[in-house]
């Protein structure tokens, strides 16, 4: 964890009690901004909080798909705590999501996630990831817009799933959607972190501070 940091939960202190989503206020319980190492090499987007997030205010924590997530995060090194932990101890890591407020009934509409959108650029520019984890289909065409030179509909999230994708400043590792992915998909994305991304130099050079 960054020497300056103070806090995994939050830590860049953005507002939560946003409401510039009508439809979000009232059915949230939490805004769920992004939580980890602001120091991180990694970043890991999801699309939207879970229930478990939702509950906790933490990002991947609270149910199953959170468990499986933070189970991938220790397999790699990045978390000491337990898979079922409301807050993890993470290192070199930060998770976040497109959008920060969760809907029970639906999925973020397009005017949702384009109105988040401050948030994670803010997020992307302030801890200057070099790896990116794109985690399902719409989350990989979103930041394949500004990531990358391919076109958002080229991607297929069952194919890019555990490989690396070159984008512009960036490195983006996609993983299946966590209510998805079996047991042999998270080996299978250890595995291509452990022995393609871990056993090269991944850093670019773009002025990253020394840690």
Do not use: W
Not at 5 to 34: A, I, K, T, W, Y
């Amino acid at each position: 964890m960054d020497a300056e940091q103070d806090s995994l939960r939050n830590p860049f202190n953005m507002d939560l009690d946003c409401e510039n989503c009508s439809g979000l206020c009232d059915v949230r319980e939490n805004v769920v901004h992004g939580y980890g190492d602001v120091g991180g090499e990694f970043l890991f987007i999801g699309e939207q909080p879970r229930g478990g997030a939702d509950e906790t205010g933490v990002p991947f924590t609270g149910d199953p798909a959170g468990e499986r997530l933070q189970r991938i995060l220790g397999d790699l090194g990045f978390s000491r705590s337990r898979p079922d932990s409301d807050e993890p101890d993470l290192q070199n890591v930060f998770l976040t999501y497109l959008t920060r407020c969760r809907h029970p009934e639906r999925r973020p509409d397009e005017e949702e996630i384009l109105t988040c959108e401050p948030y994670l650029n803010a997020e992307v520019r302030m801890i200057n990831p070099e790896i990116l984890v794109p985690i399902g289909q719409r989350t990989l065409e979103s930041l394949a817009i500004d990531y990358t030179t391919r076109a958002p509909d080229s991607f297929d999230i069952e194919e890019a799933h555990a490989t690396t994708i070159r984008g512009r400043g960036f490195e983006l590792v996609p993983m299946l959607d966590l209510d998805e992915q079996t047991d042999e998909d998270a080996d299978a994305f250890v595995e291509h972190v452990t022995e393609s991304v871990f056993s090269r130099d991944y850093r670019q050079t773009k002025g990253r501070r020394s840690r």
